[in-house]
């Protein structure tokens, strides 16, 4: 049950992430956000890439990383623009469709199948996530997601990380955490240094973006490590606790609006994750 902890380790660290770049890196735009917070956490994953046991990863490895490096840049750079332009406690609720979406995805690329208590505890985080925008009649939820633009956004992010989270899982078979880690997280910062070539970039301060990078790469080894000792929608699902943090960061720290319903909607969603991890 290691890939328990290390899965609540990484929502953790994901919302820590979050929290300090929708506070001091807001100011940016989306790719400048995205591409800052990278960059200071390459220190930290080349640090581990010595810890590696083997440097020659199997057949079909460079073949999943182009299959997975542009539609991890477009989710990155979406998933940026939604925090950026709306609440945190409106908008990383939504990431928590992944893993209803990723029973999909696992089931395709993987040949992953959840068992009926995990596909209860799924569905609970998806519930959760409904109910978080419910005013009125049933189908609230459904209409505040087009018209908050950071909500809807989310959810596009959540579709394509149920296809990130798939496919890296299967590369990460083919190699080793601390060596697919430092490698990808570089050419992910570099794909999204490519679009914006002309524009001028001013660094944050040097120990802010560093902070940013520490939790970043906190959460990228927690999540690699833990989603190769479990079923990928079940880890996934466990990590979306990081709505939870972001909520109470939201509105503890940042004084978000509807904090108390939001919180007790995101509790559900920790329902959830409590059945996958008990009964899963």
């Known amino acids: 049950m290691i890939w328990f902890p290390l899965a609540l ?6 919302a820590t992430a979050d929290y300090f770049t929708k506070r001091w890196f807001s100011h940016y735009g989306a790719w400048e956000m995205a591409f800052w917070r990278h960059l200071f956490c390459l220190p930290f994953l080349w640090s581990l890439f010595p810890l590696s046991p083997s440097l020659s990863p199997r057949a079909g490895f460079w073949t999943g ?20 332009s709306s609440p945190l406690s409106l908008t990383l609720p939504f990431l928590s469709f992944t893993p209803l979406f990723l029973v999909l995805t696992g089931a395709f690329i993987l040949g992953e199948f959840p068992n009926e208590a995990g596909l209860l505890g799924i ?8 109910l ?9 939820p459904l209409k505040a997601v087009f018209r908050e633009r950071g909500s809807w956004l989310m959810l596009i992010v959540s579709g ?8 890296g899982k299967y590369v990460l078979l083919l190699s080793h955490p601390f060596f697919f880690g430092p490698l990808y997280v570089s050419l992910l910062t570099l794909g999204l240094l490519i679009p914006v070539p002309k524009r001028v970039f001013k660094p ?5 973006g560093l902070l940013v990078g520490m939790f970043m790469a906190l959460m990228f080894v927690s999540h690699w490590i833990s989603i190769t000792m ?17 909520v109470l960061y939201g509105g503890i720290l940042l004084g978000e609006d509807e904090f108390r319903k939001r919180f007790l909607a995101t509790a559900l969603m920790v329902s959830g994750v409590v059945v996958i991890g008990v009964l899963g």
């Not at 380790?9 to 994901?14: I, N, P």
């Not at 997975?68 to 623009?81: D, H, I, K, R, W």
């Not at 394509?160 to 496919?167: D, G, K, N, Q």
């Not at 944050?204 to 802010?208: C, S």
């Open 160 to 167: 394509l990380y149920a296809w990130t989270s798939a496919v």
């Open 230 to 246: 479990v079923e990928a929608a079940y880890m996934i699902s466990v990590k979306r606790t990081a709505p939870l943090f972001g």
């Open 65 to 84: 990383i182009g299959k997975l490096l542009p539609v991890e840049v477009l989710a990155t750079v979406l998933y940026m623009a939604a925090i950026r």
């Open 123 to 130: 569905l609970l985080v998806v519930l959760g996530s409904y």
């Open 132 to 140: 978080l925008n419910l005013k009125g009649g049933v189908l609230s």
């Open 204 to 208: 944050p301060p040097f120990g802010r």
């Open 9 to 14: 380790l990484s929502a953790f660290s994901w």
